[in-house]
């Protein structure tokens, strides 16, 4: 595994979804025929430099079949900054959740999960948790090396449709895979997106969620947004304590970070507000806020009425205004908590993608009036 995961050396050779190596896995809890492979493609950092990502790609469709099957990305919610918590290496040992990703191969499409910037590559942590840019590309590179995969990996992808699925910050994600795709990837065949429980203005999550049994997440809001912008000042905001709990939590599940973890931001901080610095405030709405972009596909969200860890109104908000600026924007509420939800969920959202891959392939959409600022 761990020499899976080195990092190459970058170099002007390579672009953004280009494969670069693969291994097959066995996913213990799967049906025995699903075919998994751990993937290292090419993406894009928060600043457009090239990154080496990692993935897994999943499919128990034969590989005979005449058309190449739909790619459904799903991109799962937080798993922590570092360590052995990457989706890839979850799934490899049976302890990733599979409602989503079972629910799509049942509907024989191939499926592809990201690990997220930084996670799972050894040395170039920790990962870069709330930044959307990045997460965004990350997605969007591993629908491009899904389609290039190999013969012998008996995976048919190649041109075939493609539909985004998140929820957490996962939804986040897809959201901003959806909002960057006629820039960044405009050759894919995108047809639609479903996010959950999306986070999106991280600012007021994060004021919101700054003490309680939640505050554990800000402080890693801190350390991955850092970490993707480098001009960041993160050893001015914490205190001495805080600088050696941020070197710990770089290498933490998010299930121990949240053990760990209790005390209020402001436990860890010079101040009592760190995300109002100027230099925070311009990534954090700039940079970090859904809405930046406007998909030209159908997108779908949906949250939990009892979410305790993302409001309701922080996807409601971003519903509204997608459907101010004329995007096709569909809404369900579910009478649920936050982790309920993203299994009540599961099949109504399947029944949503599959509608979106049933459309015929379309011209880009004219592009909505721009987004507020």
Known sequence: MTDFYAPPLMDSHYHPGQLIRTQAITAPNLADQARAWRIMYVSCDSRGELIPATGTVISATSANVAQPTPIVVYCPSFHGLGGICAPSQQLA?????????????????????????????????????????????VALDLARATQTLPENTGIRAGRAPIVLWGYGDGGRAAVWAAELTPEYAPEIDLRGVAAGAVVSDPGALVSLRGRGPWSALALAGLIGLSRAYHHLPLRHVLTQDGRIVARQAENLSAATLLE???????????????WNDAIWRFVLTRESRSGAGNPVVPVHLYHGTHDQVVPVESGSGLFTEYRRRGIEVSWREYDANHFRTAIDSTSAVADELTGFLRRPQSAPAPTPPSPRR
Do not use: M, S
């Open 260 to 274: 760990q973890y209790r005390q209020p931001l402001e436990h860890w901080c010079e101040r009592p507000d760190p």
């Open 93 to 137: 040992t049976g302890d990733e959740p599979l409602d989503q990703i079972q629910a799509a191969l049942d509907r024989e499409w191939t499926v592809a999960v990201p690990d997220g910037e930084n996670l799972g590559i050894t040395g170039l942590g920790p990962h870069t948790f709330l930044a959307a840019r990045a997460a965004g590309h």
